[in-house]
């Protein structure tokens, strides 16, 4: 690893912008092939997933679930259950969980594969050249810009003067807030406004949108609502906040229709923001939003840029930034590899776990496509019953004219799990009559599935 500015330029074949999910992977397909590789990277190898995202925030999140779980043997296994909560034994092995925040171990394992790691923050200057440290990395063969995204932080009047969290600080909590204020109702503030109502505070979810998790079906919102309020959360939508103060030790919340809320943490968790400053200068077209603009089949921005993960603005997922480095290094080799991003599975990690696939039915009517619908409600199959859970929901989409299924989303225990028969469905256009004909176990929960696809068949038949 260089760490001195040489003043050279050095030459690689590939130079990714970026050490995260898509990095990393980059290096490790890229290994034995012949093809030099330098990764630049500003934080820490691995990303925002295993530090700040994913691997605490659903580490965190199992603490509460085991508790829940505990109180749920009061219905059905015994008469008494006490426990105490131990936030600091819960801190611990988040912080564990996400490495303690040292990446020695997956920066060892990056150069391992052959590939150069370069530390700081890259820019690139051209469409060959990255600076970093002092230092020139010319690339002969393609750059990879994968340096993702940040959370984005709205115009609120008063916010840039007051201590807030991001994910960033709330995903590897080093302190319990009495009175939690999420800002934002999509995943990651609904994900983590249950993690803290779970070991014990008191939180508001404020969503300035009609609905929470405003990205779903409507069913979705609807059927979770009831067991975020069973914990506790208040949540209010359609409800923009205004303004942001201090008062002594609160934080204060004005809303547009005068309501104040207080709390004495305030989690800002409105979506992300592409990292876009380390390549505008060099001319690269952007989206709408502020993403890089790619080809989303060859994942080209340029000849020979290539764009890998968030940046793409077309998911903000590790899997899919996992899939994006697979194609971009299948396409380094010499083959012709493309994206399909038709069957791109979404999950949020609540209890009941919220997943979905493929396009709603207001997506799909947008495309002016024939929509059928079916839906179910998981709580009410017998493993429903055995678990003693509640409130569920299964929404399946499909075209009639060609007799597929075109979206699913469900709300249930590990509905993440239980969603990969309709991916693949997806994937390769399984026809319904198909799906309805597949023998579902029992008792489980993706037996539900069963009667809505034979439903939904029925009327494409």
């Not at 995202?53 to 509460?64: A, D, H, M, Q, V």
């Not at 390549?279 to 089949?297: F, H, I, N």
């Not at 493993?383 to 003693?388: E, F, K, L, P």
Request: glycine content about 12%; proline content about 4%.
């Amino acid at each position: 690893m260089r760490k001195e500015a040489s003043g050279v330029p050095q030459e690689f074949d590939v130079v990714s912008l970026g050490g995260g999910v898509a990095g990393e992977a980059l290096a490790d397909l890229l290994q034995g092939s012949g093809i030099s590789l330098a990764v630049i990277e500003r934080e820490l190898v691995g990303g925002e997933c295993p530090y700040w995202g994913c691997i605490p925030s659903k580490t965190f999140l199992r603490s509460g679930e085991t508790l829940e779980e505990a109180g749920r043997a009061r219905t059905l296994a015994a008469s008494r259950v006490e426990w105490d909560v131990d936030f600091p034994k819960v801190s611990k092995r988040v912080l564990w969980m996400a490495r303690d925040l040292d990446d020695s171990r997956p920066a060892a394992a990056l150069e391992a594969t052959g590939a150069k790691l370069f530390r700081g923050a890259g820019k690139l200057v051209d469409l060959r050249t990255v600076e970093v440290g002092g230092e020139q990395l010319v690339a002969r063969k393609a750059v990879v810009i994968a340096n993702g995204s940040t959370a984005a932080i709205p115009q609120i009047e008063g916010l840039d003067k007051i201590e807030y969290w991001t994910n960033r600080q709330a995903a590897v909590p080093r302190e319990l807030p009495e009175r939690l204020v999420v800002l934002g109702g999509g995943a990651v503030g609904v994900e983590l406004a249950q993690a803290f109502a779970r070991v014990g505070s008191k939180v508001t979810i404020v969503e300035a949108g009609p609905r929470f998790l405003g990205l779903e079906e409507p069913e979705a919102g609807a059927a979770l609502l009831p067991h975020l309020q069973a914990d506790g959360i208040e949540v209010t939508v359609g409800d923009s906040c205004m303004a942001v103060e201090n008062q002594a030790s609160d934080v204060l919340l004005h809303l547009k229709s005068g309501a104040i809320v207080a709390g004495d943490r305030l989690l800002v968790a409105t979506g992300r923001r592409p990292n876009f400053e380390a390549w505008l200068s060099a001319g690269l077209t952007q989206t709408e939003r502020g993403w890089l603009k790619v080809d989303p089949a060859t994942l080209q921005a340029r000849d020979g840029i290539y764009g890998a993960g968030d940046i793409t603005g077309i998911g903000g997922f590790t899997h899919l930034a996992y899939y994006h480095a697979q194609i971009v290094a299948r396409r380094l080799r010499g083959e012709d590899a493309r994206a399909d991003h038709s069957a791109v599975p979404r999950v949020t990690f609540s209890d009941p776990e919220v997943a979905s696939v493929g396009l709603s039915e207001a997506a799909a009517r947008q495309r002016g496509i024939d929509v059928v619908v079916a839906s179910a409600d998981p709580g009410e199959a017998a493993r429903g019953y055995i678990a003693d859970f509640h409130g569920g929901a299964l929404k399946l989409v499909g075209d009639r004219e060609r007799g597929v299924l075109v979206g699913a989303t469900i709300v249930s225990p590990r509905a993440g799990e239980i969603l990969g028969e309709l991916l693949l469905a997806l994937k390769v256009g399984t026809p319904l009559r198909v799906l309805a004909d597949v023998i579902q176990p029992y008792p489980t929960f993706i037996r539900v599935l069963g009667a809505a696809l034979q439903e939904l068949a029925g009327k494409v038949a």
